[in-house]
């Protein structure tokens, strides 16, 4: 998957609250760099103009909404590799975050799984 489907995947409103089914990891990776990016400007705009109450509120919900993106797309990940999305509280402990970024990583499994078939052929919902 390409870094701007990837990204326009992920942030739809479907998506978004959409737990079930499974992420390539190309679309978890574009879209977890795509993540680091927005937070680093909205970084540098909270800081510029800390006294609008406006503007920050507006940059809270925006980073609030892409946290719930990344929050899907990390349990979609996990099932494409297989495992189940309640693996992601590993991340709650220090340790715990190696084999979750080791999954993250790993391949795709080929055939379809119990969480669904691979996402080359699941259709991307409109």
């Known amino acids: 998957m390409k870094y701007t489907e990837s990204i326009d995947n992920c942030l739809r409103f479907k998506n978004v609250r959409n737990f079930q089914g499974r992420a390539s990891r190309s679309e978890f990776w574009w879209f977890y760099l795509f993540i680091i990016l927005v937070d680093i400007l909205?970084?540098?705009?909270?800081?510029?103009?800390?006294?609008?109450?406006?503007?920050?509120?507006?940059?809270?919900?925006?980073?609030?909404?892409?946290?719930?993106?990344?929050l899907s797309v990390a349990v979609r990940r996990l099932h494409d590799v297989g495992k189940s999305g309640w693996w992601i509280l590993l991340g709650f402990t220090i340790i715990g975050i190696i084999p979750l970024i080791i999954w993250y990583?790993?391949?795709?499994?080929?055939?379809?799984?119990?969480?669904?078939?691979?996402?080359?052929?699941?259709?991307?919902?409109t």
């Not at 909205?42 to 990344?70: D, G, K, N, R, T």
């Not at 080929?110 to 991307?124: M, Q, T, W």
């Open 105 to 125: 990583a790993t391949e795709s499994d080929k055939g379809e799984n119990e969480y669904g078939p691979p996402p080359e052929s699941a259709p991307i919902p």
């Open 42 to 70: 909205a970084e540098v705009i909270f800081y510029i103009v800390v006294e609008s109450l406006f503007i920050s509120i507006i940059i809270v919900i925006l980073l609030l909404y892409a946290a719930f993106a990344q």
